[in-house]
């Protein structure tokens, strides 16, 4: 397995091109299964889940390409039942559900593992099939979805925390062919909902509202093939911020979205990060003085749960005590105990994880363990003095194009190498 290898204290310097938004291309990767047309992608980010994504499409049966950040995908006819053991692997492979139901009348696919940061229910994601007059039955592992014709219903899809973003995603592509009108209530607002929508859109579909708790969608008979290009990953974007802020460098990131970080730049704001939003541009500035900030994670456009670890790491130098609340999943703070490592001082209250900032941070060997907690990891490997070797990279493959070389352009000294 890979290991990152850091040498630490070093600010980072100058510019970085933001990739295509990994939430983003998941469900859209799945949408191409609604038309037996081809259909382009484009900044598609070269990530291990894009890449499983793939090999998911083409055990359904699809053509799928992947070459210079363009994928083709053509799923001329399409098998409904998906591979076990490659859709319980990756949990962003339920969103195949909704297309599936839509384009063949039925699916069957395994129940999604688990992963560190929470059991990962679907229950929502039945209720919207089920209120489309889908059969639904969990059989041995398996979900099975059958309807003769997807009837269009009102549905609200809020859950005990809020909305949920691969919920959403799977409702809307089921009722996208269904007769009639479906309206979605409490549904999730993202970013890479909308712009799911959008390419859902350009197939032929019609939907209104996405990015409101409320998308109404009105059934069509048939969808075509289309052309998208993917927005950027605000959660990458995040994550670059962060890092150039606790290494106290000035890094511009390009080829963003500042509208759809507005929470996280409010909260930077806060912090004492001094920066220049400039639309598609964010240069993030040296010189700032890091103060303790609390924030709560909540659904967009709250603060994302997908920026909580790594704003943890940048509270490790901030003076004073910070609260971080973690309201969407059960446990996401699996990066405390290995921050510790490196000298943090996080004490862990329930749903809360209490930074008393300013401790002195040294290098030291931790354990990767879900795809922003690593994150979190390389950002204070890369603030503090001294070696840190982050070991299980591949959790960080998932969802971070080439980190290793985007952060050595910007001045890092961190290499990749095989673990020993
Ligand atoms: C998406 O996961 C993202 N993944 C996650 O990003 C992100 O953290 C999450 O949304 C929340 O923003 C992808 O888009 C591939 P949810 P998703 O359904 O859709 C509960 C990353 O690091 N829930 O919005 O699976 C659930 O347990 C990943 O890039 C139910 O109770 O998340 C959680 O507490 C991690 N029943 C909350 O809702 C359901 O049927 C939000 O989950 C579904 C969800």
């Not at 998906?82 to 599936?100: A, F, T």
């Not at 799911?196 to 969608?217: D, N, W, Y």
């Not at 290995?338 to 994880?353: F, M, N, T, Y």
Request: charged share 25%.
């Amino acid at each position: 397995m890979d290991t990152f290898i850091i040498q630490g204290g070093v600010p980072l310097n100058g510019e970085v091109a933001i990739s295509g938004a990994k939430n983003a291309v998941l469900p859209i990767l799945a949408a191409t299964l609604l038309t037996s047309e081809p259909c382009v992608i484009r900044r598609v980010p070269d990530l291990s889940d894009v890449h499983f994504m793939g090999k998911i499409l083409q055990s359904l049966g699809a053509d799928f390409t992947f070459e210079d950040g363009t994928v083709k995908v053509h799923a001329k006819r399409v098998k409904t039942r998906g591979d076990y053991d490659l859709i319980r692997k990756m949990r962003g492979s339920i969103c195949i559900l909704g297309p599936l139901l839509g384009r063949k009348g039925k699916a069957t696919v395994s129940m999604p593992g688990g992963c560190v940061i929470g059991t990962r229910p679907i229950d929502l994601h039945l209720k919207g099939l089920r209120s489309l007059s889908a059969e639904v039955k969990v059989r041995e592992g398996y979900v099975q979805v059958a309807a003769k014709r997807l009837q269009g219903n009102e549905v609200f899809l809020g859950g005990r925390v809020g909305p949920t973003v691969l919920g959403t995603a799977n409702t809307m592509m089921a009722a996208v062919l269904a007769e009639g009108v479906t309206v979605i209530e409490s549904a999730a607002c993202e970013p890479e909902v909308v712009d799911l929508a959008h390419f859902l859109i350009s197939m032929g579909a019609k939907i209104q509202g996405a990015g409101s708790p409320r998308i109404v969608v009105t059934g069509v008979e048939k969808l075509h093939g289309a052309e998208h290009e993917v927005i950027p990953d605000r959660i990458e974007a995040a994550t670059y911020a962060i890092a150039a802020a606790a290494t106290n460098g000035e890094v511009t990131l390009t080829n963003m979205r500042c509208d759809h970080l507005a929470a996280v730049l409010d909260k930077l704001k806060e912090a004492g990060v001094r920066f220049e939003a400039r639309g598609s541009s964010l240069k993030i500035l040296s010189g700032g003085e890091i103060q303790a900030v609390d924030v709560s994670t909540q659904p967009y456009t709250g603060f994302p749960t997908d920026v909580q670890a790594q704003l943890m790491a940048l509270m490790l130098k901030a003076s004073g005590l910070s609260i971080i609340t973690e309201r969407i999943f059960e446990s996401r703070f699996m990066h405390a105990n290995e921050l510790a490592r490196l000298g943090a001082d996080i004490a862990i209250e329930g749903p809360s994880a209490i930074v008393r900032g300013g401790a002195d941070l040294s290098g030291a060997e931790v354990m990767a363990s879900d795809l922003r907690a690593s994150a979190a990891l390389v950002i204070a490997g890369l603030m503090c003095k001294g070696r840190t070797q982050v070991n299980r990279i591949y959790h960080l493959d998932r969802g971070y194009e080439v980190m290793d070389k985007k952060l050595r352009s910007l001045g890092a000294r961190v290499k990749r190498s095989k673990e020993k």
